[in-house]
């Protein structure tokens, strides 16, 4: 049955559902909203403390969602109870919902195949390591590559590159192959170095990268970057179905942790077609928007075939990832003078600054968004070089592009993000892990334009936050109190890291929600809760926005709403 609606609630009601109209939309021959036929198709969720994260950071304290999963109101309940009076209704008894959160920059395939190998994070000498890989050994069968990832060597005692030799004692046989935290750096036993379709002794390097080697010339277990594939190339392929089994447990993670949506940096066309597939089956509780993984085959599919947006809403591949340095913990991070602890070192640039504006013009003359992963202030420099000179050349590009983590600046590129457009796609969990030696290899000047997400967003700039996973952890609950303290999670160090880089509760969950969905051009349909946008939320044990930011990281997530379904409830 419907009901007639006062007209003051009408007027009220077009106002409110106009707020997310585009001009088009506007119902300017149409004033009257009509109610749908069946309320019932309707869940009122009352009784909460709602955060919508729009633009004018307001809160409410119900919401209504349609079944097809469209907000459809959000505000106090007495209108809604009259409007809808047929909706099931919950009472949420105080609890607080924000939207969904997007990790703006992480690796979905990346944290499935990391599930499938051993878990090195968090270990403090090799002995653990080693002691690891053990437990993960009794899982495989005869003809496997004992794999991980995870090992940070400034996390143990003697903070050097280990080698070969380190792993032969416990594995003489069985290919050992263990990826860096950062995945910049890989380290193999014998028996996997055996298997590079090269002999890698002598003193040549590989273009973009670096073989670690002891006096002999002999390849002694470390490869940098562009070096990793010699070895890395001869890793068997994971099969689909432990490929679907540790996907699965991925998207779990995920939502149990609140995100509804992920910026992936880096999909080929196979982990795409496996998105799709998943989709089609009922079984991808999130919304991907997938970057490709270089200006290769990938980039050639999407020129000539357009970007690809999925019906479902749930996958929407418009974006081309481009690398041009490695990391700052592997010293693979372009800097513009030395390393601050390694005199003659500056790093590596992958590619020369000319390549990198040719793959950008490319992909710009296709009509895509770039992102470019630049950590050190030369890496970002020559990024922000080519998307400049290549924006100028396509002017009906739609822009929005990107710097994937914009790490260390300098205090003349920080102004030209807001100037150029360009989207600082940053990792708040970066700056906590990377704070206890980033100031070693930077010395005390570079360091203040390091991570540098206060004068970023003062400058104008679009920030959009992420977490990187699974470089670091999948918990969005992590990055917002990195982002708001500048401290790991036991409160070091007191005051924070740089405090003047600091970000407010409002603009760090922003960086999650809203920020993160324009940085994906998804900032009509999600990234807040506003009628005409998705049902897509979350409710949390504890009020983000008003405990102590000390116990951020212990918030826990109840529910995850994802099109008006629940797909997660804890
Ligand atoms: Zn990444």
Redesign the pocket.
């Known amino acids: 049955m419907s009901k007639k609606i006062p007209e003051k609630m009408t007027l009220l009601l077009v106002a409110l559902l106009c707020v997310a109209c585009k001009p088009e939309e506007a119902t300017k021959n149409d004033p009257v909203v009509e109610v749908p036929a069946s309320a019932t198709e309707h869940t009122l969720i009352h009784n909460a403390r709602i955060y919508t994260m729009d633009q004018g950071f307001s809160t409410a304290d119900s919401i209504v969602f349609s079944n097809s999963g469209e907000v459809r109101f959000v505000g106090n309940v007495e209108p809604m109870l009259e409007m809808f009076p047929d909706a099931k209704q919950i009472d949420l008894q105080g609890k607080t919902i924000i939207p969904g959160l997007i990790d703006s920059?992480?690796?979905l395939a990346?944290l499935a195949q990391s599930l499938a190998q051993a878990q090195l994070q968090g270990t403090t000498s090799k002995e653990d390591v080693i002691r690891k890989l053990r437990e993960h050994e009794t899982g495989l069968s005869e003809d496997d590559w004992l794999l991980g990832r995870g090992w940070d060597q400034n996390d143990w005692p003697v903070q050097e590159f280990p080698s070969s030799a380190d792993l032969d004692r416990e594995f003489p046989d069985r290919p050992v192959w263990l990826r860096r935290i950062d995945?910049h750096a890989a380290w193999g036993n014998s028996a996997a170095l055996a298997m590079a379709d090269q002999d890698l002794s002598g003193d040549w390097q590989p273009q973009g990268g670096h073989i670690y080697r002891d006096e002999k010339g002999q390849a002694s277990g470390v490869f940098i970057d562009g070096a990793m594939s010699l070895v890395g190339k001869a890793v068997p392929e994971m099969s689909p179905e432990l490929m679907q089994a540790s996907l699965d447990l991925a998207l779990q993670q995920m939502v149990s942790l609140g995100l509804t949506g992920v910026h992936e940096?880096?999909a080929s066309l196979q982990v795409l077609a496996w998105y799709q597939q998943r989709i089609r089956d009922g079984k991808f509780p999130t919304r991907v928007y997938a970057m490709t993984d270089g200006a290769g085959e990938t980039l050639d599919w999407l020129c000539e075939n357009g970007a690809v947006i999925d019906d479902s809403g749930r996958l929407y591949m418009h974006s081309v990832k481009l690398y041009i340095d490695g990391a700052l913990g592997s010293r693979g991070a372009a800097l513009l003078t030395d390393y601050s602890d390694d005199a003659g070192n500056s790093g590596l640039l992958f590619m020369p600054p000319e390549v990198l504006e040719a793959m950008v013009d490319k992909a710009l003359g296709c009509g895509f968004q770039v992102g470019i992963?630049a950590i050190g202030d030369r890496g970002n420099r020559v990024a922000l070089d080519a998307l400049e000179a290549s924006i100028s050349r396509h002017p009906d590009n739609p822009g929005r592009h990107r710097v994937?983590?914009a790490q260390i600046l300098t205090a003349a590129d920080i102004p030209r993000f807001a100037r150029l457009g360009i989207i600082a796609a940053m990792q708040p969990t970066h700056a906590t892990s990377d704070m206890y030696w980033a100031e070693k290899r930077l010395g005390a000047e570079r360091v203040q334009y390091a991570y540098a997400w206060r004068s970023l967003l003062d400058s104008g700039a679009h920030l959009a936050l992420g977490s990187?996973f699974p470089?670091e952890q999948v918990n969005p609950m992590l990055g917002i109190h990195a982002a708001v303290t500048r401290q790991d999670i036991k409160g070091w160090p007191e005051g924070g890291w740089y405090p003047q880089q600091v970000l407010t509760r409002e603009e760090a969950v922003r960086g999650f929600t809203l920020d993160a969905a324009y940085a994906g051009f998804m900032e009509k349909s999600v990234g807040s809760l506003e009628p005409g946008k998705r049902a897509d939320f979350i409710v949390l044990d504890k009020d983000v926005m008003q405990i102590d930011a000390a116990e951020i990281p212990s918030i826990r997530v109840l529910q995850t709403w994802l099109d008006g379904e629940l797909v997660w409830k804890r």
Do not use: M, P, S
Request: aromatic share 0%; hydrophobic share 25%.
């Open positions: 920059h992480a690796h990346g995945g940096a880096g992963h994937e983590h990187d470089v």
